[in-house]
T-cell receptor
């Protein structure tokens, strides 16, 4: 089936650790995104990538890093510099028509908890 | 800058009654508008979008939304609510023809819909 796969579903991080969330898509989409969701705050954009080997900071990039070495993959690393990382993380992808009518499709999300 | 407001944190409706989830937006130029639904512990599912043309947009699961340019609104509606419609609903906006580097959507904070049996 075509879609976006995020793993793991649940992840626990100790203080001072870096952790990486995986995101893979087989939709042949050029653009990929990472959002953070906190209760009552909607979705906030962390990073996005329009093409392989290129990515841009979103609204809350501090404490996070990404890479885009393959079209299908867009992993997110939550570094120890992110002071409040406990949240639900959503990966997404879309086509990249410059007119902007692209629909963004989401994965099932990953829960990250600091212990 | 673009923004979305969902003025109601929660909407309660009886099963079988019509439902409306409100959304207003602010954007430079023409908008592209989207509705998504999220069930607990799941990702967002796309319901429908307005790009251009007919102001009444029909989407998945019997939902529809009405674009009103003068009121800058894009309210989500369904003629007869089901208990299974209970979920979190997000409205989102993007400026049309905003060019490269502007693919991301701006989301509202979400409205929790509860359909009471």
């Amino acid at each position: 089936d075509g879609g976006i796969t995020q793993s793991p579903k649940y992840l626990f991080r100790k203080e001072g650790q870096n952790v990486t969330l995986s995101c893979e898509q087989n939709l042949n989409h050029d653009a990929m995104y990472w959002y953070r969701q906190d209760p009552g705050q909607g979705l906030r954009l962390i990073y996005y990538s329009q093409i392989v080997n290129d990515f841009q900071k979103g609204d809350i990039a501090e404490g996070y890093s990404v890479s885009r070495e393959k079209k299908e993959s867009f992993p997110l690393t939550v570094t120890s510099a992110q002071k409040n990382p406990t949240a639900f993380y959503l990966c997404a992808s879309s086509t990249s028509r410059p007119t902007g009518e692209n629909t963004i499709y989401f994965g099932e999300g990953s829960w990250l908890t600091v212990v | 800058a673009q923004s979305v407001a969902q003025p109601e944190d929660q909407v309660n409706v009886a099963e079988g009654n019509p439902l409306t989830v409100k959304c207003t937006y602010s954007v430079s130029g023409n908008p592209y508008l989207f509705w998504y639904v999220q069930y607990p512990n799941r990702g967002l599912q796309f319901l429908l979008k307005y790009i251009t043309g007919d102001n009444l947009v029909k989407g998945s699961y019997g939902f529809e939304a009405e674009f009103n340019k003068s009121q800058t609104s894009f309210h989500l509606k369904k003629p007869s609510a089901l208990v299974s419609d209970s979920a979190l609903y997000f409205c989102a906006v993007r400026a049309a023809f905003s060019g490269a580097g502007s693919y991301q959507l701006t989301f509202g904070k979400g409205t929790k819909l509860s359909v009471i049996p």
